[in-house]
């Protein structure tokens, strides 16, 4: 029992510790490149983006490999798997972007934006760094998000599938719209976000598998990315 105690309590440790990684190489990204006395705003263009493409990069190597006991069976069973997997749970993608079109379509009754500023931030990056931009929202996000808002909130919360569903897709929403709201109504954005979130996080916890959601989460934004560069074009 002390034995399966502190094995508890280390998991929670490290889901904790991965999360408390995540947010603070998010927030001093830019930072770290004065370890070795070079200022990123001198950089041009596209060092910078080479430079955070690499960056992203490295913190989800890291973390994969904080994670790998849980990673690379997963890994293995997901590749064994994949259709199994894929013919059981994209229902549930279909559910989710229902759910965001309907609360999307809700928010606008409320404020007059019909976009987030995270989701307007990521249209004029696109535009103006779309290889940049591919890389990260549809490659590097869909794994790091997944290891940090899931992986770990399991670690945190490994006895309970309503608070580890709840806050894993309150805080993946969060994530999303706190850094970029500039008024009350934008809080309203958290929803929409929020609800992939929570059906990433439901899957996980019905598959066992991190590489389900993760693989669902690279439709997702695949998708999404594809369609606002048809749109890019065809405005």
Same mark, same amino acid.
């Given at each position: 029992?002390?034995?399966?105690?502190?094995?508890? %309590?280390? !998991?929670?440790?490290?889901?904790?510790?991965?999360?408390? +990684?995540?947010?603070?190489?998010?927030?001093?990204?830019?930072? =770290?490149?004065?370890?070795?006395? *070079?200022? @990123? !705003?001198?950089? !041009?263009?596209?060092?910078?983006?080479?430079?955070? *493409?690499?960056?992203?990069?490295?913190?989800?190597?890291?973390?994969?490999?904080?994670?790998?006991?849980?990673?690379?069976?997963?890994?293995?069973?997901?590749?064994?798997?994949?259709?199994?997997?894929?013919?059981?749970?994209?229902?549930?993608?279909?559910?989710?972007?229902? %759910?965001?079109?309907?609360?999307?379509?809700?928010? &606008?009754?409320?404020?007059?934006?019909?976009?987030?500023?995270?989701?307007? &931030?990521?249209?004029?990056?696109?535009?103006?760094?779309?290889?940049?931009?591919?890389?990260?929202?549809?490659?590097?996000?869909?794994?790091?998000?997944? %290891?940090?808002?899931?992986?770990? =909130?399991?670690?945190?919360?490994?006895?309970?599938? =309503?608070?580890?569903?709840?806050?894993?897709?309150?805080?993946?929403?969060?994530?999303?719209?706190?850094?970029?709201?500039? !008024?009350? &109504?934008?809080?309203?954005?958290?929803?929409? @976000?929020?609800?992939?979130? =929570?059906?990433?996080?439901?899957?996980?916890?019905?598959?066992?598998?991190?590489?389900?959601?993760?693989?669902?989460?690279?439709?997702?934004?695949?998708?999404?990315?594809?369609?606002? *560069? %048809?749109?890019?074009? +065809?405005?």
């Amino acid at each position: 029992m002390e034995k399966e105690k502190n094995y508890e %309590l280390r !998991n929670m440790l490290i889901g904790f510790g991965v999360l408390f +990684l995540y947010l603070i190489g998010s927030s001093y990204s830019y930072d =770290f490149l004065r370890l070795f006395g *070079i200022n @990123y !705003n001198d950089l !041009n263009f596209v060092l910078k983006q080479v430079y955070l *493409i690499f960056y992203e990069v490295a913190l989800t190597l890291i973390i994969i490999y904080i994670y790998r006991k849980d990673f690379i069976p997963n890994l293995k069973d997901f590749i064994k798997n994949n259709i199994t997997y894929f013919k059981k749970y994209i229902k549930y993608w279909f559910l989710m972007l229902s %759910l965001m079109v309907a609360s999307n379509l809700l928010i &606008t009754l409320f404020t007059t934006s019909i976009t987030s500023n995270n989701q307007q &931030t990521i249209i004029d990056l696109l535009a103006e760094a779309p290889i940049y931009t591919f890389i990260l929202t549809v490659i590097t996000a869909p794994i790091l998000e997944e %290891l940090v808002f899931r992986l770990s =909130f399991r670690k945190m919360f490994a006895h309970t599938n =309503f608070l580890f569903i709840f806050f894993s897709g309150l805080f993946f929403g969060g994530m999303h719209v706190i850094n970029s709201f500039t !008024n009350l &109504t934008d809080l309203l954005f958290i929803i929409p @976000y929020s609800i992939p979130g =929570f059906i990433f996080a439901y899957i996980y916890a019905k598959s066992k598998n991190i590489c389900v959601s993760i693989s669902l989460h690279f439709i997702h934004n695949g998708i999404m990315m594809a369609l606002q *560069i %048809l749109l890019m074009y +065809l405005i």
